[in-house]
């Protein structure tokens, strides 16, 4: 994905829409699958020598629900937010920072690949979960608790009994 840097006159303000596939954006995460393309709204906005970005990167995940294996599609919406300066290095003091990237002014475009690879990783859940009250996998049967009962009954042990276990064991 690209801005172009050539059609950007004074005063100059523009809505971009882009969308590319994942695979073309060389966005790889393991276990994430990306079948729609990602999506990108951005509007660019020049003051003086700087074209200021602002927007929002949005793309759909199939991940694998880290309680109940099932896959399903997560919904990713991050913010875009950085400041291209065209005066590039001839620009005394001013250095690139986070956000903050300084383009030769004989560039024609700039492209923001990797500032969205890093956004959509950055919004990926830890802890992917189909629903927020996803009732998982029974441990003793497998069986997904969201689409039946199994009637398995978890045998709990009697913590005080452990506690006593423990002091026999030591006393033997
Ligand atoms: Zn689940
Ligand atoms: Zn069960």
Redesign the pocket.
């Known amino acids: 994905m690209k801005i172009d840097l050539k059609r950007t006159p004074e005063d100059f303000s523009q809505k971009l829409n882009l969308k590319e596939s994942a695979e073309v954006l060389g966005l790889k995460v393991e276990d994430v699958t990306f079948e729609d393309p990602i999506q990108v709204e951005l509007s660019v906005t020049k003051s003086q020598d700087q074209l200021i970005c602002r927007g929002k990167v949005k793309a759909s995940a199939k991940m694998e629900?880290?309680?109940?294996?099932?896959k399903?599609d997560q919904k990713l919406s991050s913010d875009l937010d950085f400041v291209v300066d065209l005066t590039g290095n001839s620009a005394e003091g001013r250095s690139e920072s986070e956000g903050y990237f300084l383009v030769d002014p004989a560039s024609t475009f700039f492209e923001i690949d990797q500032l969205v690879r890093e956004a959509i990783i950055l919004c990926l859940p830890l802890k992917?979960?189909?629903?927020e009250d996803?009732?998982?996998l029974c441990p003793i049967c497998g069986t997904?608790l969201?689409k039946s009962q199994c009637g398995c009954v978890e045998e709990k042990t009697d913590p005080r009994w452990d506690q006593l276990k423990g002091l026999l064991k030591r006393k033997l």
Not at 65 to 70: E, H, I, Y
């Open positions: 629900c880290s309680r109940c294996l099932v399903y992917p979960l189909c629903s996803c009732k998982g997904d969201n």
